[in-house]
């Protein structure tokens, strides 16, 4: 998504300044979304009248961004939506289909209006578990499909920083980086640490429960990149 810090800032400008700041890193996020991209085909099996809704564009464009956009091959069947003004977006991908929303607004779609909704690396930054669960509920409503992809908290690089291990600890890990250029990731609010475990315990009670919890991405069992949770 293109989140805002409370100073206007842009979060994803932030995560590329901190977390993807050399070629290295950008490899591995490109392969660890590219795997995340073919999970997204072979669970879901859209095909090519499926209607897509992406919840969390970037206007921040680059390699690693936006992969959706980039790599679907059906683009016209996409709507995607982030709090930017999305001109960025529907300039780099003319097909897809741009609309602007506010934080913890209600989507503006009607109940089961599309085949699919997604997000990728959005649910860590919306907020605790209310606001999570308001935000899987969101894709559950508007949608027949949901696949939702978060960073692994048990990676043993943190994403946002590129620095490891210290996340295992989250509460050291807010000490030791609170006042330095890490600062705005130790504030929950801006970035929590998410595994499947901790998603269901903020799943919605009346939901449709998932079909699968997968580690993906980076590939390490257990400690893989990322984790993606698929409702079929």
């Known amino acids: 998504m293109n989140k805002t810090n409370d100073n206007g800032g842009n979060i994803d400008s932030i995560y590329y300044r901190d977390g993807v700041n050399n070629s290295f890193s950008m490899r591995l996020l490109k392969r660890a979304r590219m795997a995340m991209m073919n999970l997204f ?39 995607c939506v982030g709090l930017g003004d999305g001109k ?10 741009f609309k602007q929303i506010r934080a913890g607004e209600r989507l503006p779609f009607d109940d089961q209006s599309f085949d699919i909704a997604c997000s990728n690396a959005v649910i860590e930054h919306v907020g605790g578990p209310a606001q999570r669960t308001e935000f899987i509920s969101e894709h559950l409503r508007v949608a027949k499909k949901v696949f939702i992809a978060f960073p692994n908290r048990w990676f043993p690089v943190e994403h946002h920083t590129g620095l490891p291990f210290l996340h295992y600890t989250p509460r050291l890990f807010r000490t030791l980086l609170n006042g330095t250029r890490y600062s705005y990731w130790t504030h929950p ?15 919605p009670k009346s939901g449709r429960s998932p079909a699968a919890i997968v580690n993906t991405g980076i590939p390490l069992g257990l400690f893989s990149s990322n984790c993606a949770v698929i409702v079929r």
């Open 88 to 97: 960025q977006v529907v300039s780099n991908y003319p097909k897809v289909h």
């Open 41 to 79: 085909m072979e669970e879901l099996s859209p095909g090519s009248t499926s209607s897509i809704l992406d919840i969390g564009v970037s206007d921040d464009e680059n390699d690693g961004a936006n992969f959706l956009e980039k790599h679907y091959p059906w683009q016209h069947n996409i709507t």
């Open 189 to 203: 609010e801006n970035m929590d640490f998410l595994d499947g475990r901790s998603i269901m315990k903020d799943w």
